[in-house]
Each structure stands twice: as C-alpha cells, then as structure tokens.
C-alpha cells in the first residue's frame, strides 16, 4: 500500500515509540532543555488496527468485511518556540471474497505552531478543531462539516477524532482565568475528492470561515466559553459552552449556538427559504460512581432539523428522503430535531484492564434507536476488542434505515 512508503517516509524504521515530552519543552517555555534526536523520535507514534465485522443485511443474509487501518502521529517541539503536528490515518476495507478493496486516506492535521511568547501561540495548516462539551451531539463543533472520510465507527469520540481537519490560521492568547482564540479558514476551489491519499483540501475548505472564542472564568468551576462563528453567504452564529460540577460526582453541562439560517432540508435539497433564527443545543448530566463507572445522559436539539410533520412527509418521498439523509450525513448533524443519548463508560470492569462503554441513541421524533456495547482488554501494547451495534425502526425511520440491521466487529490494535 502506497500509504505504508508514506509512513517511513514520516518517521523512519526505529523511530517509533512512546510520546514522552518533557512538559517544559513541550510547551516551548524559556530555559526548556535543548531537543534532541532521540527526542524528536520519541514523539512519533503508529497504531496499526485490524477488524473482522460480520453484519446481518436487511434482506440480504450476512456480510462480511475486513479491514486494516495505519494511524500515524508527529509531534514534536523542534526549536524551543516552534512545533510540528503531522497526523495521518488510512484505512484499507475489504467487502467480501468478490468486492475487491477500498483505501482511504485521511490527512488529519499537519501544521506548524509558533510561541513567540508563552502567553500567545499562532498555528497554521490543516487543524482539527474541535468545540463543544456534549458527548454525543456538538452544536458549537463549527468545522464538522464535510470532514469524515472513513467511518469506521458510530462512537461520537471516534467521529471528533478520525476526520479531516481544516486548513487555517489561527491564533491564541492565554491568561491566569481565560483564553481568547481568532481562526480564519480560507476557501479552497478544489472540488472534494474521492482518491485514497488525495489531502481533499475543497471538502473542508469549500467556503471562507472563521471563528472567535473567549473563555473567562467568572468564579471557581464556572468558566463559560462565548464563540461566534462565520461562514461565506451564510449569516453569522453565536455559541456558548458550559460544565459545572454539581457535588463531587456529578457534573452539568449546557452547549448552544443559534442564528439565522434556512432548515437543514432546503440546504440540503438547495431550495430557497428565507432566513429565520434558529437553535441547537445539547444539555446532560455526568455522574460517576465510586467503582470507576460513568454515566452520561444528554438530551440534543436541532432547531434546523426536520420536525415531526416534514420527518412524515419527507419519508414518503424516497429520492428526497435519501438526498436529505446522506446532507444531514456529512453534516454530522441531527436529521430531526429532538435526539435523547446515553452513554456509560466502565472501567476496570470485573477485572482490571477490561474496559466497556455503551451508548443508545434514540430518535424521540420516529423513535428509533441504535444501541452501540463495545468491551476492550488493554494490555501495554496492544488492545483487543468485541464490538456489537443493532437498529431499531422501520425502513425509514432515523436509525433503523441503516441497510446493517445487527453487527459483530472483532478489533486488534497494536501501539508501536
């Protein structure tokens, strides 16, 4: 595979290890030790996974699918004030004995960092950007869009971190009780591109964007961050994000963004409609118990999604149905307006290094659900994994539209 010359290339054979950087020339902070060779190695890292999935088809008995994905990562402070991120993931699928091979590459960051001073850092290149405190639904998550090329998992985390990231400049500034961050995101005429190690730069960069965010803690454990956001033809949003711990083992959380825009179907179906002000927000409860397990419920609404009566009607209409779907799709957006998530994470469960998270989405407008368990033994360089996902709902609903009606996924990774 071509991606494999690609990595030797980034890191050569001996180089990869474990990321251990010394915190001070991590940060690039005066009077940091000088980097050396060894160290610059040492911030390489590889983690090679294979799966085995079996997944049971609506009317169409059972498919198997094989895949192999490299996932590589640089990161380094070269000089005491300037840093280089280079992260990049291809996946190789197999569907079947007859359906030949798929290779996708995803470039998803490679950028420089410069830290003229330790209260101020400038980043440009590709950057996985990534806002919000919701676990399963991310209003404020600005440059979503467009951005998977692979999905090689429903899990949100998985979706936040194996995407394109989007070209751009972007600067901070930091303070004792807050932080105040400008990214611009120029337009790239490039068309989106299908190509296995093609960077698709127009897929992430199809418009001008930019972005201003302002944290500033306002008393001990309430730092709130402002955003406000803006898109080429597209009227600008404002967002807000919040946690607060509510006791010792509970924790609230509160992400909204709202402003003017057309509803996600007239995007979708390029239709004109006049601009109204319209909301997202995702609200939940963290709580954490005593034996290392974490449950999280959260309730997600899109204001631009489709309600109840426009869900009934577009589902009569298959082509428009589909077309929507796959928009709201690349999107990472809710295709109806009300979404209920819940997700557990156990670690140490029964015995130690045996870690479970499960989720369960649920439609609350069709009522559908995706029920997600997935069970991982660590060791110190390798993980094994047993995944099981199933739908629920008719043909057409949100969920239970997926043509898999029940998967199995058998996981290997190896950290080197």
Not at 64 to 89: G, I, Y
Not at 200 to 209: C, E, V, Y
Not at 248 to 257: H, P
Request: glycine residues 8%; charged residues 20%.
């Amino acid at each position: 595979m071509r991606c494999i010359a690609w990595l030797f290339l980034l890191c050569p054979v001996g180089a990869w290890g474990g990321q251990t950087d010394d915190d001070a020339a991590a940060l690039g902070l005066p009077g940091a030790p000088a980097v050396t060779a060894a160290d610059v190695l040492r911030s390489a890292s590889l983690t090679i996974e294979g799966d085995a999935t079996e997944a049971a088809q609506r009317g169409a008995g059972e498919l198997n699918l094989q895949r192999l994905s490299l996932d590589a990562r640089f990161d380094r402070n070269f000089f005491p004030t300037w840093r280089v991120v280079v992260a990049e993931r291809l996946d190789s699928d197999w569907a079947g004995s007859s359906g030949g091979n798929q290779e996708i590459g995803t470039l998803k960051e490679a950028y420089v960092g410069w830290q003229p001073q330790p209260d101020v850092l400038i980043d440009a290149g590709r950057i996985n950007d990534r806002q919000g405190v919701g676990y399963g639904y991310n209003p404020t998550d600005f440059f979503r869009a467009d951005a998977v090329r692979s999905l090689i998992s429903l899990d949100p985390n998985s979706l936040r971190q194996n995407r394109l990231g989007t070209v751009m400049l972007r600067g901070q500034e930091l303070w004792d009780t807050g932080s105040v961050t400008a990214s611009y995101a120029p337009r790239f005429p490039d068309h989106t591109s299908a190509a296995a190690l093609d960077p698709d730069w127009g897929a992430t960069n199809s418009s001008g964007r930019w972005l201003l965010s302002l944290s500033q803690q306002l008393a001990p454990g309430w730092a709130p961050q402002w955003l406000a956001f803006g898109e080429q033809g597209r009227a600008p949003q404002l967002g807000m994000n919040l946690t607060a711990a509510l006791g010792s083992a509970t924790v609230a959380y509160l992400e909204v963004s709202a402003g003017r825009a057309t509803t996600l179907l007239a995007q979708a179906l390029d239709t004109p409609q006049r601009d109204a002000l319209r909301a997202r927000a995702t609200a939940g409860l963290t709580y954490s118990f005593a034996n290392k397990l974490s449950v999280t419920a959260e309730y997600e609404y899109n204001g631009a999604g489709a309600d109840s009566a426009t869900w009934s009607a577009l589902r009569s209409d298959l082509v428009e149905y589909a077309t929507y779907r796959r928009y709201a799709l690349t999107q990472q957006d809710l295709a109806t307006q009300s979404n209920a998530f819940v997700y557990a994470s156990w670690q140490d469960f029964v015995f130690r290094h045996l870690d479970v998270t499960a989720f369960l989405r649920a439609d609350l407008i069709d009522h559908s659900l995706l029920p997600y368990v997935e069970a991982r033994r660590r060791w110190d360089s390798v993980d094994v994994a047993l995944r099981w996902q199933t739908v629920e709902g008719n043909a057409t609903s949100d969920f239970g539209a997926s043509t898999q009606r029940q998967t199995w996924q058998v996981l290997f990774d190896y950290y080197l």
